[in-house]
């Protein structure tokens, strides 16, 4: 966790099975909300990104990153790998989930 952050008393971080949640420096989640990571995939969010209200977040079997003074308003929904693909034939794993990358708006309008 980084240094002055505001983190709204609603907000739920969790991270199970050797997962991780990073946070830079004065990052804010405001109201509402569920941050979690779980079996060894993480959220990263860098320093001096702001998100409003009603987010949720999920961080299974891929990563979230957002980059470095992003902005985000109301009802952010962002789920990576909560969903399994499972081959009918062999009962195996096979979702292949892209990770959640979002750095600033240069990046945006490549």
Same mark, same amino acid.
């Given at each position: 966790?980084?240094?002055?952050?505001?983190?709204?008393?609603?907000?739920?971080?969790?991270?199970?099975?050797? &997962?991780?949640?990073?946070?830079? /420096?004065?990052?804010?989640? @405001?109201?509402?909300? !569920?941050?979690?990571?779980? #079996?060894?995939?993480?959220?990263?969010?860098?320093?001096?990104?702001?998100?409003?209200?009603?987010?949720?977040?999920?961080?299974?079997?891929?990563?979230?990153?957002?980059?470095?003074?992003?902005?985000? &308003?109301?009802?952010?929904?962002? /789920?990576?790998?909560?969903? @399994?693909?499972?081959? !009918?034939?062999?009962?195996? #794993?096979?979702?292949?989930?892209?990770?959640?990358?979002?750095?600033?708006?240069?990046?945006?309008?490549?």
């Amino acid at each position: 966790m980084g240094e002055n952050n505001k983190i709204g008393e609603s907000i739920d971080l969790t991270a199970k099975n050797n &997962s991780e949640i990073r946070f830079g /420096n004065k990052v804010q989640v @405001r109201r509402s909300g !569920k941050i979690y990571a779980c #079996d060894f995939w993480g959220i990263n969010i860098e320093k001096g990104t702001t998100f409003c209200k009603y987010l949720y977040m999920d961080s299974e079997k891929s990563q979230i990153y957002i980059g470095e003074d992003c902005m985000f &308003s109301h009802y952010v929904k962002l /789920n990576v790998g909560s969903h @399994r693909l499972i081959n !009918k034939n062999d009962g195996t #794993d096979i979702t292949n989930p892209a990770k959640v990358l979002r750095s600033n708006i240069e990046w945006f309008r490549k």
